[in-house]
Protein backbone atom coordinates (compact mmCIF):
# COMPACT_ATOMS: atom_id res chain seq x y z
CA UNK A 1 0.00 0.00 0.00
CA UNK A 2 1.40 3.34 -0.73
CA UNK A 3 2.17 5.90 2.18
CA UNK A 4 -0.09 8.14 1.00
CA UNK A 5 -2.68 5.71 1.00
CA UNK A 6 -1.91 4.37 4.45
CA UNK A 7 -1.68 7.92 6.45
CA UNK A 8 -5.37 8.49 4.82
CA UNK A 9 -6.70 5.67 6.00
CA UNK A 10 -4.72 6.33 9.72
CA UNK A 11 -5.88 9.52 10.02
CA UNK A 12 -9.57 8.89 9.27
CA UNK A 13 -9.51 5.77 11.16
CA UNK A 14 -8.33 8.13 14.18
CA UNK A 15 -10.71 10.97 13.06
CA UNK A 16 -13.59 7.98 13.63
CA UNK A 17 -12.12 6.81 17.08
CA UNK A 18 -11.58 10.56 18.47
CA UNK A 19 -14.38 12.38 16.79
CA UNK A 20 -12.26 15.33 15.49
CA UNK A 21 -11.54 16.61 12.29
CA UNK A 22 -7.83 17.00 11.20
CA UNK A 23 -6.49 18.87 8.27
CA UNK A 24 -5.32 16.15 5.69
CA UNK A 25 -1.65 15.83 5.26
CA UNK A 26 0.75 15.01 3.15
CA UNK A 27 3.41 13.32 5.82
CA UNK A 28 3.48 10.98 8.70
CA UNK A 29 5.63 13.58 10.54
CA UNK A 30 3.06 16.72 9.53
CA UNK A 31 0.29 14.41 11.20
CA UNK A 32 1.81 13.40 14.17
CA UNK A 33 2.94 16.61 14.94
CA UNK A 34 -1.00 17.61 14.77
CA UNK A 35 -2.30 14.89 16.57
CA UNK A 36 0.61 15.09 19.04
CA UNK A 37 -1.27 19.17 19.55
CA UNK A 38 -4.68 17.21 20.32
CA UNK A 39 -3.22 14.54 22.79
CA UNK A 40 -1.96 17.47 24.85
CA UNK A 41 -5.01 19.14 24.89
CA UNK A 42 -6.67 16.03 26.39
CA UNK A 43 -3.27 15.94 29.03
CA UNK A 44 -3.93 19.35 29.87
CA UNK A 45 -7.68 19.71 30.16
CA UNK A 46 -9.18 16.16 29.37
CA UNK A 47 -7.55 13.55 30.60
CA UNK A 48 -10.57 11.13 31.47
CA UNK A 49 -11.12 11.25 27.69
CA UNK A 50 -7.40 10.60 26.59
CA UNK A 51 -7.80 7.20 29.04
CA UNK A 52 -11.48 6.42 27.77
CA UNK A 53 -9.61 7.22 23.87
CA UNK A 54 -6.60 5.08 24.70
CA UNK A 55 -9.21 2.17 25.74
CA UNK A 56 -11.22 2.62 22.88
CA UNK A 57 -8.35 2.18 20.48
CA UNK A 58 -7.01 -0.53 22.61
CA UNK A 59 -3.93 0.72 23.04
CA UNK A 60 -1.73 -1.05 25.32
CA UNK A 61 -1.88 -0.05 29.01
CA UNK A 62 1.71 -1.76 29.38
CA UNK A 63 3.44 0.40 26.34
CA UNK A 64 1.87 3.74 27.67
CA UNK A 65 3.32 2.87 30.64
CA UNK A 66 6.84 2.35 29.62
CA UNK A 67 6.78 5.75 27.11
CA UNK A 68 5.85 7.72 29.91
CA UNK A 69 8.76 6.12 32.39
CA UNK A 70 11.02 6.60 29.88
CA UNK A 71 10.83 10.30 28.29
CA UNK A 72 9.98 13.17 30.71
CA UNK A 73 6.61 15.04 30.41
CA UNK A 74 7.44 17.25 27.41
CA UNK A 75 7.82 14.69 25.41
CA UNK A 76 4.37 12.49 26.99
CA UNK A 77 2.07 13.89 24.50
CA UNK A 78 4.44 12.83 21.45
CA UNK A 79 5.16 9.37 22.76
CA UNK A 80 1.41 8.59 23.18
CA UNK A 81 0.54 10.19 19.78
CA UNK A 82 2.86 8.11 18.36
CA UNK A 83 1.55 4.70 20.29
CA UNK A 84 -1.89 5.47 18.71
CA UNK A 85 -0.89 6.49 15.38
CA UNK A 86 1.59 2.61 15.45
CA UNK A 87 -1.78 0.76 17.07
CA UNK A 88 -3.86 1.92 14.05
CA UNK A 89 -0.75 0.93 11.14
CA UNK A 90 -1.03 -2.54 13.39
CA UNK A 91 -4.82 -2.57 12.71
CA UNK A 92 -4.08 -1.53 9.19
CA UNK A 93 -1.89 -4.37 8.57
CA UNK A 94 -3.63 -7.11 10.17
CA UNK A 95 -6.76 -6.34 8.11
CA UNK A 96 -4.74 -6.24 5.11
CA UNK A 97 -3.01 -9.65 5.90
CA UNK A 98 -6.62 -11.34 6.62
CA UNK A 99 -7.81 -10.10 3.28
CA UNK A 100 -5.20 -11.25 1.40
CA UNK A 101 -5.10 -14.44 3.17
CA UNK A 102 -9.24 -14.87 2.84
CA UNK A 103 -8.59 -13.55 -0.97
CA UNK A 104 -5.98 -16.43 -2.11
CA UNK A 105 -7.91 -19.18 -0.03
CA UNK A 106 -9.53 -22.35 -2.51
CA UNK A 107 -13.08 -21.57 -2.92
CA UNK A 108 -13.27 -25.28 -1.61
CA UNK A 109 -12.05 -24.15 1.76
CA UNK A 110 -14.41 -20.53 2.39
CA UNK A 111 -17.43 -21.43 4.04
Known sequence: MLIQQQLQ???SSIEKETGIQLVQHTSFEDFENTFTEYIQSLID???????FL????DVSETSIKQLLEQADYTKAAN???????ARQQEKLTFKEYNTYIFNTESTEEKW
Open 54 to 57: LYRI
Open 45 to 51: HHFEQLI
Open 9 to 11: IVQ
Open 79 to 85: NIAKAII
